[in-house]
């Protein structure tokens, strides 16, 4: 399981991809609403994801093989949820742009939360 501080670590890179993202394609004038409405997105998928890892380690004390897979569960179903969540707080008439931005940070936020976590692990 990863600690609280990998999941501040993940939430600070996702928070700054989608603040950069939302800023270049879907609003014109970025104001500060907008970043807090990039930090509610951002906290409602790393509580989601807390959630979904606590229920899912329950089944894996129940059936072990399923530890390969929880890590996947977690972000799919919190995806699905920033997903959903974000229809009302990233408005937009470019529905397809908003989703593609919300999976383009969330990889970009993956990618540098891995690089970041080699780092320390490397120091």
């Known amino acids: 399981m990863l600690s609280f501080l990998n999941e501040i670590i993940l939430g600070l890179c996702l928070w700054a991809a989608l603040c950069l993202l939302v800023k270049r394609y879907l609003v014109q004038d ?3 609403h907008h970043v807090f409405a990039c930090l509610v997105v ?3 998928f790393i509580i989601i994801r807390l959630i979904l890892l606590t229920i899912l380690v329950v089944f894996i004390i129940l059936l072990p093989s399923l530890e390969l897979c929880t890590e996947s569960v977690a972000l799919i ?3 699905w949820v920033v997903f959903l969540i974000s229809r009302s707080l990233l408005e937009t008439n470019k529905w397809a742009v908003r989703e593609n931005v919300l999976f383009f940070a969330i990889i970009v936020a993956y990618v540098v939360y891995s690089v970041i976590v ?3 692990s490397l120091i």
Do not use: A, T
């Open 118 to 120: 080699l780092i320390l």
């Open 30 to 32: 970025f104001k500060v």
């Open 42 to 44: 951002v906290v409602i």
């Open 77 to 79: 179903g919190s995806l």
